[in-house]
């Protein structure tokens, strides 16, 4: 039950914030906007440094959820492998998502 | 052989799990049911043929089978709206359910099921209380009304995806039945229900793909059942009632 709220509720959160990303990306493609003046309207941005690791948080539980039920009906495994495969597969959308908010915020801290 | 060839070539499934198909001739008449053809086979061919069957009318839904590969009630499915262009036709039992023998499938699982969705009344009153006046006007009561003329024939669970990837799950009828008793004023059986299908393999199991609302041979729409209970655990998960 806690599996399902979690899921549906950071579904509820990504519907505005898949939309202000896709608005986003228009706004860039339309205005021919490059890779460095993107990372310049970015840079040292807190807001979109959390809109965009509050996404990342986001995706990561709902899409974990999400394959522990597809690993659940097509690969019919157990419950302690599913799990297992859901706090794997958060794990990693949360660490390269993470690292990607930071590349965006703080250019050059990575490298 | 044309849609209107004057026989009929009959793949009926024979044997246990591991059986196979066995082909009989079976002569088309101009008003003809599967069961008509079924029946026409046991009692001219193959006596040994099990299949189950009880009203012939729509009434009792233990006739369904799979017809061409879809569950299907086969006294109500006139074969001019199933056969081939070759005059085919394929029968096997009920798909997610055990092969007993031949067309007969186990309904046991299902039934189970059923029971385990608190699909049974939980009265809120005795014999001696006066009768509930139940008003047909009410959200709630249409809301029951509106999925209550189940028959448990099980074709809307042998067309489940979900039923067939996840041997939890309740199931469409089980789950549907839970809606209409969870609308029922008179029942007192919410707060164990609400638990029984917010458990692994109950409603939170489905997909939403609507295989039993496309199936159901009464045109009931399981899934708007089901996305109900979803409402109502998320609400009663709110109020602190589900854990």
């Given at each position: 039950?806690r ?7 950071t579904a509820?959160l ?6 202000i990303?896709?608005?986003l ?8 906007l490059?890779a460095?003046e ?6 040292g ?11 990342v948080i986001?995706?990561?539980v709902?899409g974990?959820?999400?394959l ?8 019919r495994i157990?419950?302690r492998?599913?799990?297992g495969l ?17 590349a965006?915020v703080f250019?050059?801290?990575?490298s | 052989?044309?849609?209107t060839a004057?026989?009929?070539?009959v793949s009926?499934?024979r044997?246990f799990?591991d059986?196979h198909?066995?082909t ?19 009692r001219?061919t ?6 189950r069957?009880a009203?012939r009318v729509g009434?009792c ?11 299907r009630?086969t ?5 001019s709206k199933?056969?081939d262009?070759?005059?085919k036709l394929e029968l096997?039992p ?8 031949d067309l007969?499938?186990?309904m046991r699982p ?6 385990k969705?608190?699909?049974?009344f ?8 006066p ?9 709630k009561?249409q ?9 448990n024939?099980?074709?809307c ?6 039923v067939r ?6 199931g469409p ?8 008793l969870a ?5 007192a059986?919410?707060p164990?229900r609400l638990?029984?299908?917010?458990a692994n393999?109950?409603c939170?199991s489905c ?8 199936h ?6 399981p ?10 655990t998320v609400?009663?998960?709110?109020r602190?009632?589900?854990?």
């Amino acid at each position: 039950m806690r599996l399902y709220i979690l899921q549906r509720g950071t579904a509820a959160l990504m519907v505005p914030l898949i939309a202000i990303h896709l608005a986003l990306i228009v706004y860039a493609t339309g205005n021919g906007l490059t890779a460095s003046e993107i990372l310049a309207r970015t840079r040292g941005s807190i807001a979109w440094g959390l809109f965009y690791q509050v996404f990342v948080i986001a995706a990561a539980v709902h899409g974990a959820i999400g394959l522990r039920s597809v690993a659940r009906d097509w690969l019919r495994i157990g419950p302690r492998p599913q799990t297992g495969l859901m706090w794997g597969f958060g794990l990693l959308l949360l660490a390269f998502g993470t690292r990607a908010v930071i590349a965006v915020v703080f250019p050059g801290s990575l490298s | 052989m044309s849609n209107t060839a004057k026989h009929l070539s009959v793949s009926v499934w024979r044997g246990f799990a591991d059986g196979h198909y066995q082909t009989f001739e079976v002569p088309r008449q101009d008003n003809q049911t599967v069961l008509d053809v079924v029946t026409w086979i046991q009692r001219n061919t193959e006596p040994s043929l099990a299949y189950r069957f009880a009203c012939r009318v729509g009434v009792c839904g233990s006739c369904a089978m799979t017809v061409n590969g879809r569950p299907r009630w086969t006294c109500r499915t006139h074969i001019s709206k199933v056969v081939d262009q070759d005059g085919k036709l394929e029968l096997a039992p009920l798909a997610n359910l055990p092969p007993i023998k031949d067309l007969v499938a186990d309904m046991r699982p299902f039934f189970d099921k059923w029971e385990k969705a608190e699909g049974k009344f939980h009265p809120s009153k005795t014999r001696v209380d006066p009768m509930a006046t139940i008003s047909p006007e009410t959200t709630k009561r249409q809301a029951a009304d509106k999925a209550i003329e189940c028959i448990n024939c099980g074709v809307c669970y042998a067309a489940c995806d979900s039923v067939r990837w996840n041997p939890a799950y309740l199931g469409p009828a089980a789950l549907n039945r839970a809606w209409t008793l969870a609308n029922d004023e008179r029942d007192a059986g919410g707060p164990q229900r609400l638990k029984a299908v917010s458990a692994n393999g109950g409603c939170h199991s489905c997909h939403s793909h609507q295989s039993c609302e496309q199936h159901c041979p009464i045109g009931l729409n399981p899934t708007e059942s089901i996305a109900g209970l979803k409402r109502l655990t998320v609400d009663a998960y709110i109020r602190g009632e589900l854990s």
